[in-house]
């Protein structure tokens, strides 16, 4: 039940103490469950951008709709997908599975044959909609590591892209922003959010049998 627990715990933090620094450590363990997270085809099509440094998140600030935990945080993680799935990226990871698992390169082709093939026949956009999807997982998984070493944490999807993007310097990496987390300790006095119950779909509403 310890998983249940850490997830009952945390919630959306919406204010930060400036004071209170998140240990390197810790970001790391964050970091490493979204690395572990399991992706489509397991291409990890998508990149975690570590962000600590006050001048750069001020930069930031005019993308986001709560600036006060842009700046408060301690730590903003940028999830970024790929703007594009390209054979050479492919490649790049499948030949990185074969070389560490001491087999072949070329062991997978007929399947990297396959999701090539598929793949081109979509939109750019197309892909980066599907890449997205798949930094989402690694998002969850990072939320759900920062509750269980009882740090708090924001989810966000509500920031302007492009500045983020721009600041970041992201499209020059092929990559776009799909989401941030803020991550820090609360500020148990101005945060609104921190006294009030946790409130969810009930689980008979929440969970359909299929007959």
Known sequence: MALLDDLKWRYATKAYDPTKKVS??????????AR?????????????VVVEDKEL???????????ECMRECSHVLVFAAWDLY?????????????????LPRGRFSRYTDQIKEMYSKQ????????TAHQSYIGLGIALAQAAELRIDATPAEGFDSKVIDEVLGLPEQGLRS?????????????DWLAPMKKVRVPKDEFVIEAA
Do not use: C, W
């Open 24 to 33: 390197k450590e810790n970001i790391d363990k964050i970091i490493e469950a």
């Open 36 to 48: 572990l997270a399991p992706t489509s085809s397991g291409l990890q099509p998508f990149r975690i």
């Open 123 to 130: 939109s750019a956009e197309e892909h980066f909609v599907h």
């Open 178 to 190: 799909v989401s941030l987390m803020y991550v820090g300790y609360s500020d148990k006095e101005r």
């Open 86 to 102: 390209t054979n050479e990226r492919i490649d790049q990871v499948y030949d990185r599975i074969t070389d560490e698992r001491g």
């Open 57 to 67: 998140k001020e930069k930031m600030v005019p993308g986001s709709l709560n600036p």
